[in-house]
Each structure stands twice: as C-alpha cells, then as structure tokens.
C-alpha cells in the first residue's frame, strides 16, 4: 500500500515476456502490491515452477517479491474486485476515455493495462469504473504497453 492506496495491476493478454518484466520493475516502482496475470500473459514461473528467463531478466527481480496470480479469464476477477470494493480504471484508447492525468482514484484501485495491437475488449471496458488514455501527439497512436504503463501508474497512484 502506497499514500494509503491499495493497488492492484492486471495484465491480460499481454504476448511479450520481456515487457511483463518490465511491467514488474514499475510496478515494484510505484508500490503496486499485487499484479494479477490473466489469459496467455506469460508468467514468471511456469506450471513446473521453472523460472520464466525473459521475464527475469527485464524485472531484475521483482518478480520474486511481488505478489502475483494468474486467472484463466479477467471479467470474473473484475466482478470479484469490484465486489471487494475496488475501482477499475482501464488504461485504453476508447471514445469514453478521459486523460489519464485527471482520474481521482479511490483507496483501492485496479489498474488494467490493454494488449498491445487488439487492446482491451469492449466486454472488459464495459465492466470498469474508468477508461483513462494517454494523449498521443505524434503520428504513432499507441505506446509499447510497458511504457505506457509506467506512464499511467506514476500519473494516476502518483507516488512520492
């Protein structure tokens, strides 16, 4: 828990390994105190317990120490969050999104990042309090999914 927010990051979907590492070193960053896999996210062990290499590389071990899960789908662990009184905000490019640097956040928080090129299903945005986007000004209309995950955690949890 960081400035009295408990917070929690869900990565559904996301291909590359390399970017959950990296995903796992922000995390550890801003205080996130747990990350929820979902889908075909690549984990940091596999189901033999054997150690996901690229992803430990790019964490430099912060995948030892943050608590992490993996769920098959995300629309129950959002139910399930929300039940526990969490906001939901996801970080999307979507017609309803508001900048991300204006979200009021609650004392309890999930973050749900998209994947990259597909972006979060319409289900999925549906099921959140809050689609927050970062404003693109050049011609690319996307951000690598770590980067724009340390871009909106740092923005929204606004750690000291």
């Not at 590492?21 to 550890?28: E, L, S, V, Y």
């Not at 801003?30 to 062990?45: A, E």
């Not at 299903?121 to 951000?143: F, N, Q, R, W």
């Amino acid at each position: 828990m960081k400035n009295g927010v408990e917070s929690i990051l869900i990565l559904p979907d996301i291909r590359s390994a390399i970017n959950v590492g990296a995903i796992f070193r922000t995390a550890d960053a801003v205080g996130i105190s747990k990350i929820y896999l979902t889908g075909w996210t690549p984990r940091p062990t596999d189901k033999f317990g054997r150690i996901q290499k690229d992803i430990a590389k790019s964490a430099l071990g912060a995948e030892t120490w943050i608590p992490w899960g993996y769920k098959e789908k995300v629309a129950p662990l959002i139910n399930s969050l929300k039940k526990d009184g969490y906001q939901i905000i996801a970080i999307e490019q979507d017609k309803k999104a508001i900048d991300y640097r204006k979200i009021k956040i609650a004392n309890k928080v999930a973050i749900i990042m998209g994947p990259e090129v597909l972006g979060l299903d319409k289900k999925v945005l549906d099921k959140c309090d809050v689609i927050a986007e970062i404003p693109m000004h050049g011609k690319k209309e996307s951000l690598n999914v770590s980067v724009a995950c340390g871009i909106a955690l740092f923005g929204i949890l606004r750690p000291n």
